[in-house]
């Protein structure tokens, strides 16, 4: 039997707790304790943090965010900049606004995904996974990166259409 992920809602956004709940529902490979928190107190644990960076809520002390925890930022596009400069290895970003299934996939990830230690990849098809890994955290980045440009290419036909 599959271990339960405990994952805690950083946020105040009732429509944001059921975009996340959404997302869960299909991930029965894995058993979920889900949660949603108006904000980040010291002492709770959790195996997965989804931050809802808009509100009062801001970012979490650096120390904490130094430590191994498995972060997904929610924000607008404007606070990017602020994640780019803390170069966290374990978290991810998302742009606002979020569908479920981005961050279904985002989820399914990040429950899976291992720290690699490289003295550990020995077999074929442990270089297989971690090289799936690699090609999978690209991928998220890239499509971070699409998100940012359908914002400006949006914002630039509103912009025109005015």
């Known amino acids: 039997m599959s271990t339960i992920m405990k994952v805690r809602l950083i946020s105040k956004d009732p429509c944001l707790y059921r975009v996340c709940r959404e997302a869960l529902l299909p991930l029965r490979e894995r058993e979920w304790d889900f949660g949603m928190l108006p904000e980040w107190q010291l002492?709770?644990?959790?195996?997965?943090?989804?931050?809802?960076?808009?509100?009062?809520?801001?970012?979490p002390p650096v120390s904490w965010l130094q430590q191994e925890h498995k972060i997904i930022f929610i924000a607008n596009r404007k606070k990017i900049v602020l994640f780019r400069d803390l170069a966290i290895e374990a978290a991810r970003i998302i742009l606002k606004p979020v569908r479920p299934r981005l961050l279904q996939d985002f989820l399914q990830q990040m429950s899976t995904e291992e720290v690699p230690v490289a003295e550990a990849v020995d077999t074929s098809?442990?270089?297989?996974?971690?090289?799936?890994?690699?090609?999978?955290?690209?991928?998220?980045?890239?499509?971070?990166t699409l998100q940012e440009y359908e914002q400006d290419r949006t914002g630039f036909l509103v912009r025109g259409c005015s």
């Open 43 to 59: 002492g709770i644990d959790a195996d997965l943090w989804i931050w809802d960076c808009e509100g009062n809520e801001g970012l």
């Open 125 to 144: 098809a442990d270089r297989m996974r971690l090289d799936r890994d690699t090609l999978l955290q690209h991928l998220l980045q890239t499509n971070l």
